[in-house]
């Protein structure tokens, strides 16, 4: 995440991610799934303003950046109660800290919601490390870990301060990678989203599936031709038998020149990797002319 201060507001900004490994190991006894994972942050970023407020309360405005995607039709509105996992991050700390400070807190949206980009989760990390700073709270990051692990499983990743990782466990289980060079990837997301519990009620954990250090291997090689061909999503199948949109992305992709494809997290967001930003930049324009709803340009965060 990135931050930029001023003298009576933060800004900072919350990247987007991709899974370019998911592998459902089992299930856990408290209903969770225990996941093997490589993901990767990209550069599409939320924006979160955090300013001072005479009150004690947290306030959240939510802003909708306009999109040069003109297929897609108009986003669902996003809560700005307690359902919103901003608000619930901030209230955390304000109740771990035990403060009494207030803030207003404006989101501007550009990650799709519902798509396994992880955006809710990113939003709640920025807002736990960025209110640790705007409040003065000199909290750990092991102490924003542990409430981030109390929100949800892929907050961690974000708080992490890598870009790539290997996430193990709920996703609290975090093994920094670092790749040579910026892997580049037109991403597609059709107008439907998917619930993520949905998507694993469907899914089948492999406990003795392919293996997640043989592929972060795979990222240490330049070119991504192994990589490529160890893509893997337990979740994508059982994302298609709920949903058509991204069995139907799948199809498009197999028809372009990329050098290979998945879909990310529960869905339904997917992506190609690509050999280059201009190769990137032809793929999409390809998605656009097909009538795909939204496409994106992407490369790896350093």
Not at 43 to 56: A, G, Q, R, Y
Request: with cysteine.
């Amino acid at each position: 995440m990135l931050c930029q201060p001023s003298t009576c507001a933060l800004t900072m900004l919350a990247p987007a991610k991709l899974n370019l490994f998911l592998r459902v190991v089992r299930k856990r006894a408290d209903g969770f799934h225990d996941l093997e994972t490589v993901m990767t942050s990209i550069n599409l970023f939320d924006t979160l303003l955090f300013e001072p407020t005479d009150s004690s309360e947290v306030t959240l405005r939510v802003v909708m950046a306009s999109s040069q995607n003109q297929n897609s039709l108009p986003p669902a509105p996003i809560p700005t109660d307690s359902s919103n996992l901003v608000i619930r991050a901030a209230q955390l700390l304000k109740e771990y800290a035990g403060s009494s400070a207030g803030v207003k807190i404006t989101l501007v949206k550009r990650i799709p919601s519902a798509a396994g980009m992880g955006g809710g989760s990113s939003d709640a990390a920025t807002t736990l490390a960025g209110l640790n700073r705007f409040w003065n709270l000199s909290r750990t990051r092991e102490e924003l870990s542990e409430l981030a692990s109390q929100l949800g499983s892929d907050i961690g990743f974000f708080l992490g301060g890598c870009s790539t990782a290997i996430c193990r466990g709920r996703g609290e289980l975090i093994e920094p990678l670092r790749i040579p060079t910026s892997l580049h990837f037109v991403v597609a997301r059709p107008n439907s989203g998917l619930s993520t519990p949905a998507v694993f009620k469907q899914c089948r954990p492999n406990e003795s599936g392919a293996s997640v250090e043989e592929f972060a291997k795979s990222l240490q090689h330049p070119g991504n031709c192994r990589m490529v061909r160890l893509l893997l999503n337990d979740l994508q199948a059982p994302a298609e038998s709920l949903n058509d949109d991204v069995k139907q992305l799948r199809q498009q992709f197999n028809k372009l020149p990329v050098l290979g494809h998945l879909m990310t997290g529960s869905g339904t967001s997917y992506f190609g990797v690509c050999a280059s930003s201009r190769h990137a930049g032809m793929m999409a324009a390809r998605l656009r002319a097909a009538g795909v709803p939204w496409v994106h340009v992407a490369r790896s965060c350093s």
